[in-house]
């Protein structure tokens, strides 16, 4: 059982690896939940007792899962699903300013803004070059 | 006794807030109040110290050993005399002199208030620094000062000079002020006291007192601007000119020294750090003193000479014995009246000719002949002239000099000469000699010159009356030397030492002032020199090399986003397989049993793998969703089995929510641009599987390992187990987190609402505008407002059955928001936006989720005002609860319910945001889906 756990927890942190390495925004997104996934599966299942759920009247004998590592879990799946909210709120605002969802675009067109900045011009041309104006309009 | 020493204390510190808020309700309140404060605060002060001082000593944070320590003693008076005095002159001044610089740098009237908050911030943190005996209480107020200089060099913030003066005096006097810090607490890991009077009698002279004395020597003296850290005070003259004078003579600059004589106890019993104060002190003399027979524009050469005179008194406290220490304290008080009442006059004569270059002016005693007889008197003060308060500062240097040896006198008297001519060239540069080709004067504002005037004097008559003078520096003096320091300023008829010295002093002067052109090239020389190599260049080229610096890292980062995450997991790699293979492998590997039991756990996990695996290798968007959202609730699913309901809950509810966001995001941004990103090939497969197939190899390795360790015997989940009847619940896992892990708890939903904030400001227009949208009625087909009709009322209910029910069965304050939320989104579908308003607006979803974290913190707080420890819930473990029918009233419930209310207004309010957006967006675009901007 702690082999195949163990096995489940890595299959789901490649999978979010995976996810995190590519160059569309959203997918990377998606790998960032399923890496909290996989943290907050293994924080449930490095519990110390497993058994009944623990709560009042407790059965007689039986064994009761550990709530310490429950109550953490709680705590984490609410930070890491607030983190997921404000990604995505992210993905969309670079959206907005880039146009794209595209890390690589988004990278390029970073880099063409800092050099602008260091050869002195202004940020407003950057704007008006790579901002709303230029989107492509849709057929 | 307390009373003595809180009201002073008290008075000053409030002045800060007193005038701002006068000042918001109307601009002109500001300027009266504040002066009316800082009297106020100055009589507090004497009438303290008149009925004979005390001591306020209360534990602060009695694990730590801090103390909220302050005494009114003989330092304390002085320098608070002086914090509050000098800046009622200095107040009274500005009251006229801010408007006109206001206006020449055409600003608005209303920039007024900022200058007298943070002058009187300045104030109330001086009075405090010299009131506090504790080294900790001391750093607080010694950082006020720095902030409050801070914002009052860079006053005017537009020009880009005032900046950097200013951000040139926070980097000097803040980094060196760590330095006290870190003393303080080598003081405190040594003898576990932070107490100065108490630290006075523990310490033995040794490498300790040599190493922690220096630390906080060099605090000291970088806030006195004692050479090699000079260079900030004549950068700091970017600072308005009454700024200037209550900088030099009462606040910031006299801070340091303040300092060396509040910790002068510990300090002079090591000889060592006594003779490293006399080296700094003479260079100080030396740099200040040359530099200020360089320097034309009238604040410099002032800025120049405070450098060399806080030299004196450094140097003083060098010398030691009774003439050092006393004299030390007198020669402040001398110093801080003629040097306000120098600056003051300079920035009059600026106002009056719009000049601040000696070799632009002359002549003006004619049309200001009161602000040339009242500098006079102050400058005669500064040189020590016969008659005046600064002929006995100037007396007991000599004196600490002359039992030091006769190098030490000859010093002092070299010193003093130089002092005698900068200063004689300030004043007869300005208002002796012909006005001829000089800057033309107009009228002063009559509130320009009479500080000036009470100044100069109070200068003059403390040279008759020396008694309150000689009495509050013998004080001051006793505080430091612990022991008396009888100084005997009074004129006497006979030939002593000191007279002689004065006298060579005079001529010596005078020598120097008709030499000049024989030495002001070696003068020049050394300033170029200075300027060249000195210690600002250092600094400049430090804070460039770190700007560089900052700006390359800057470039590596934007340059290669995944070459920063590649810095990051790959030295975790190394660390993670060090320690994989330094484990040893026998018996640390378990493949653990199967039991018949865990088959449908085990069932569940392998669903949650193959769809974490589907979603890696899933293209479309929306099929990524449904892979995603099926591996969550599967999750869920996998929690029940290990027993955990409340996790399962809260899980599933949060992928509902998840899911919802993950759509508004797809419904926000286009589909032919969703489209293309999918459509695009994956870059270098290969290399992206092999890298994600090593993170979860390293993963399952930690893991394994990690979960074969055999559990410990005995565990604080049983002792929370055991413990949860007592605290009136019956739910385990919501006892923790309400009860016994609540600042966990607490700290979770403090980053909750800075979500709310962040998301609400990432999209549209923030949570300021609450327009609310104006697109068609509702989007639902019938079918699904029939059910959301049916559902949402249902929803409610178990929403409120949750919250209450929480403590005894599954769920708690967040389930119960969540579901709360996802109620009122299906009212909104079942009714549309026209019937009843639809959702709470942006900004009221904020207000509701502040509202319940206001009640989780107040929850949290409340047991101070009890005297209990934060967080501690009522009634009592053990006590009867009041029950409300089948409901048990406990204050934990009430911190729950505070968490539901912040998690209704964050779902609520996020959902809303983005559908706002949502409708922002559909409103520009055209019939057919058209985008037209």
Known sequence: MILLISLTIAIIFGAGAFLILQRNLIRI?????????????????????????????????????DPLVQAMVLTAIVISSSIAAILLALVY???????????????????????RLDSGESLDDRESSEGRPEREERP | MTLTVLLPLALALLAAPAALLAGTLRTAYAAPVGTVFAALAALATLWGYLSGGGIVDIAWTPTWGLRFAVELDGLATLYALLATGIGFAVLVYSSRYVPLHLDHEARPASDAVRFYFFVLLFMGSMV??????????????????AIASYYLIGYDGHKEGSRASALMALLITGITAVLLLIGALFLYAAHGTFSIPELAGLVEPGPLLTGCGLLIAVAGLAKSAQAPFHFWLPRAMAAPTPVSAYLHSAAMVAAGVLLIGRVYPLLQQSEVLLDILLVFGVASMAVGGVLALTRNVLKQLLAYSTIAQY????????????????????YVITHALAKSALFLTAGAVTEATGEDRLSKLGGLRKPLPLLAVASGAAAATLTSLPLTLGFFADEFFFAAALERGPLFAAFAVAFAATTLAYTWRFWSGVFLGGADGKAEAHSVPALLVAPVAALGGIALLGGIFTGPFESLAEA??????????????????????????ALGAYALGVGLILSRPVWSWAALGFSRLGALAGPERLYVLTVHGLNVLSGSLHQLEIRNLRGRVTSVLL?????????VLATPATGAYQVGELRAEEVPLMMVLVGVAAASLATAFT?????????????????????????APDVTLVAVLVEVVLALLYFATMKLIPYRTLRRQAAQPLLRPNRKIFVSAVAGIFAFVVVWGALSQPPAGQTVAEEYVRLTPEVHAEDVVTAILADFRGLDT?????????????????????????KAPSSADSVAGVATRAVARLLYLPTLIVAVAILVKGYTQTGDGFSAGVVAALGLMLRRLALGRGKTGGLPSARGAATIAFAGLLLALSVAAAPLFLGDAVLTHYPSPGSEPIYLGTLELITAVLFDVGIFFLVLGFSIGVVSVFAHTIADEEEYAGPQGYRKR
């Open chain 2, 128 to 145: 405090g620094l010299a009131m506090a005996q504790d080294l900790i209480l001391l750093f607080v107020f010694w950082d006020l000062t």
């Open chain 1, 29 to 65: 997104v998606i790998g960032v939940i399923l890496i909290s996934n996989a943290a907050n599966l293994y924080i449930i299942a490095a519990g110390l007792s497993r058994g009944e759920p623990p709560i009042y009247p407790l059965p007689e004998g039986a064994q009761v899962s």
């Open chain 2, 619 to 643: 293209r479309r968007h929306v099929t990524l969703a449904l892979v995603f959202s099926s591996a969550g609730f599967a999750l869920a699913v996998a929690y029940a089995f290990y027993g």
């Open chain 2, 746 to 770: 607490l700290g979770e939903i403090t980053v909750v609402a800075v979500v709310l904030l962040g998301v609400s400001t990432l999209l549209g227009r923030g949570i300021t505008a609450a």
């Open chain 2, 476 to 501: 001051a003096g006793e505080v430091s030397f612990q022991a008396p320091t009888p100084l005997g300023a009074s004129y006497r008829l006979e030939v002593l030492p000191e007279y002689l010295m």
């Open chain 1, 93 to 115: 605002r670079l959206y907005v300013s880039h146009d794209t969802l595209d890390l690589e675009e988004i990278s390029r067109a970073e880099r063409r803004a800092a050099e």
């Open chain 2, 571 to 579: 030295p975790t790699a190394v660390i993670v397989g060090a320690a």
């Open chain 2, 311 to 330: 030299g004196f008194v450094v140097a003083m406290y060098g010398l030691g014995g009774p003439y050092g220490a006393g004299g030390a304290a007198f």
